[in-house]
């Protein structure tokens, strides 16, 4: 098993920047692909980035390229989202997840790849 736990959100104007922090604990000695996803009221679920458990490969949804930065720190046992330049539409609660991946530059993107889950943080981008 392994518990998540997010941290770092909060209320920012639209050009601004949130750095947002998910610790694992527990069976943090698997290898897990680390992802972000995120959440808006009214709307389904949806992928923000993911990065390999060597940190070597990324990947980033099309609405937060080149804004949104996704990192890892294994001896921490945390993986880091840098959001900058927010926009109000990237309002929403934010998740970590961890998917056991057997090779290190593996990475998911669909929601139902991952098997731990955190209980989301609160990004809200002012206007």
């Known amino acids: 098993q392994v518990q998540l736990v997010e941290s770092g959100g909060g209320l920012v104007q639209a050009g601004g920047s949130l750095r947002l922090s998910c610790a694992a604990s527990g069976r943090t000695s698997r290898s897990y692909t680390m992802g972000w996803f995120r959440q808006a009221p009214g709307k389904e679920r949806e992928f923000a980035a993911a990065i390999s458990w060597s940190g070597g490969n990324t990947y980033y949804a099309d609405s937060v390229k080149g804004r949104f930065t996704i990192s890892r720190d294994n001896a921490k046992n945390t993986v880091y989202l840098q959001m900058n330049s927010l926009k109000p539409e990237d309002t929403a609660v934010y998740y970590c997840?961890?998917?056991?991946?057997?090779?290190?530059?593996?990475?998911?993107?669909?929601?139902?790849?991952?098997?731990?889950w955190g209980q989301g943080t609160q990004v809200t981008v002012s206007s």
């Open positions: 997840a961890a998917a056991y991946a057997y090779y290190s530059d593996t990475v998911y993107y669909t929601a139902k790849d991952y098997s731990y």
